[in-house]
């Protein structure tokens, strides 16, 4: 049985992609992949949520970073989720912040 000491955290992740010209072709690039990575996750009940931030919702608007919800151990395993993800090896996350998250029992 889980207690309150042993219970996965969960943790939100905002990544923000490189501003050059070439990065929009970069994500799109390695899209499939990086979706078919996040499926796993999300199988294994690592990823709670996750998809693009937009510069604006018009039909030109362009994916600029991410957001997911993260339930893990700790800040340290989503921290090597991340770094090997292929949006940070393929140069698509310039960067990103990872915070503590407490999903508000709403349901």
């Known amino acids: 049985m889980k207690t ?7 943790f939100i992740v905002i990544a923000r992609d490189y501003q ?10 390695v899209r499939p992949k990086h979706l ?11 990823l709670q949520l996750g998809g ?15 957001v997911m919800i993260f339930s893990a151990d700790s800040e340290e395993e989503v921290k090597n989720t991340i770094e090997k993800d292929l949006y ?10 990872i915070m503590p998250f ?3 029992p709403i349901e």
């Open 88 to 97: 940070v090896t393929g140069k698509v996350w310039e960067h990103w912040q």
């Open 102 to 104: 407490r999903q508000a």
């Open 4 to 10: 309150a000491s042993n219970a996965k955290k969960q």
């Open 52 to 66: 693009a931030l937009l510069s604006d919702h018009s039909e030109s608007g362009k994916m600029i970073g991410s």
């Open 20 to 29: 050059d010209p070439e990065a929009q072709n970069r994500r799109i690039a």
């Open 36 to 46: 078919e990575g996040a499926k796993v996750l999300k199988k294994s009940g690592a």
